[in-house]
């Protein structure tokens, strides 16, 4: 983070809390996020630092972007579905209109003028700085993470082993060679190749075909729900094994909260 923060945390109900280095924790919330109070944004599912700032997606098509302390701004028109509450007649009727709009699961961009978003029923949208734009693609699986790494390749995973290549201006390519009822829940590109989370445990596609990851520990990861790289390592964290790749060798992370795994 640009201000110091060693991380930030988004809540369901658009609280965001910060621990920076030499400071207390603070917490700031996303006017108009979540469902608490009287909000009837709906949930927030995502947070990214994109160019130096944070940006946050939710349900029914919900984008913030933070301008500094206390400054959350909904930057979403064309993508949010609002709703007046007073307008319904029955709490059911509200609730059906809730899962109305796009059901953002994601976001990642290049630069302020770069921004993606994806979510349920194959959606996608790119942000160009000014106004949102839909992106037709070529599959209704739901998208549960999108990366970009740089304006000509992005990448999108989802439901039923979908992984998309591509960019907003031209267009997205399945690349899975993979054809059942495998779910990736993240994507992180180490080492020019793709590696792909799911509840199984880590698979890497090397821009031909998509397998399991063999770390050779003992035993294999035995799940993988997030995978992400940082300062030339590639971590993979699941709910109950957590593991990092140097580029040569896996080493597994005993996690003291959790029953110890192998050796």
């Known amino acids: 983070m640009p201000d110091g923060s060693r991380f930030v945390a988004l809540g369901r109900h658009g609280t965001v809390r910060f621990n920076q280095k030499n400071v207390p924790t603070f917490v700031e919330q996303i006017p108009g996020a979540g469902m608490l109070d009287d909000a009837f944004g709906g949930l927030m599912t995502h947070l990214r630092e994109i160019?130096?700032?944070?940006?946050?997606?939710?349900?029914?098509g919900q984008v913030?972007?933070?301008?500094?302390?206390?400054?959350w701004r909904q930057v979403d028109q064309g993508l949010f579905v609002g709703l007046d509450p007073?307008?319904?007649?029955?709490?059911?009727?509200?609730?059906?209109?809730?899962?109305?709009?796009?059901?953002?699961e994601c976001m990642d961009g290049n630069s302020e003028r770069d921004v993606y978003v994806v979510?349920?029923?194959?959606?996608?949208?790119?942000?160009?700085?000014?106004?949102?734009?839909?992106?037709a693609l070529r599959t209704d699986e739901h998208l549960t993470w999108?990366?970009?790494?740089?304006?000509?390749?992005v990448w999108a995973c989802g439901f039923n082993g979908t992984l998309l290549k591509g960019n907003a201006r031209d267009g997205f390519k399945e690349m899975s060679s993979v054809d059942d009822n495998q779910t990736w829940v993240c994507l992180?590109?180490?080492?020019?190749?793709?590696?792909?989370?799911?509840?199984?445990?880590?698979?890497?596609?090397?821009?031909?075909?998509?397998a399991p990851v063999k770390t050779k520990l003992k035993p294999e990861l035995q799940d993988a729900w997030r995978v992400d790289h940082a300062d030339g390592v590639l971590w993979s964290i699941g709910v109950k094994d957590v593991a990092y790749f140097d580029g040569k060798n896996w080493v597994r992370v005993h996690d003291p909260d959790n029953e110890r795994i192998g050796d």
């Open 51 to 60: 160019d130096g700032q944070l940006w946050a997606c939710g349900q029914r």
């Open 64 to 71: 913030y972007r933070r301008f500094g302390r206390d400054d």
């Open 86 to 104: 007073d307008k319904f007649a029955t709490p059911g009727d509200l609730a059906e209109a809730m899962v109305s709009g796009p059901m953002l």
């Open 119 to 135: 979510g349920l029923q194959g959606f996608m949208a790119h942000f160009d700085g000014k106004q949102w734009r839909k992106v």
């Open 146 to 153: 999108v990366r970009c790494y740089g304006p000509d390749e």
């Open 188 to 210: 992180s590109k180490f080492q020019d190749k793709v590696y792909l989370s799911a509840e199984e445990g880590l698979h890497v596609f090397d821009a031909k075909k998509i």
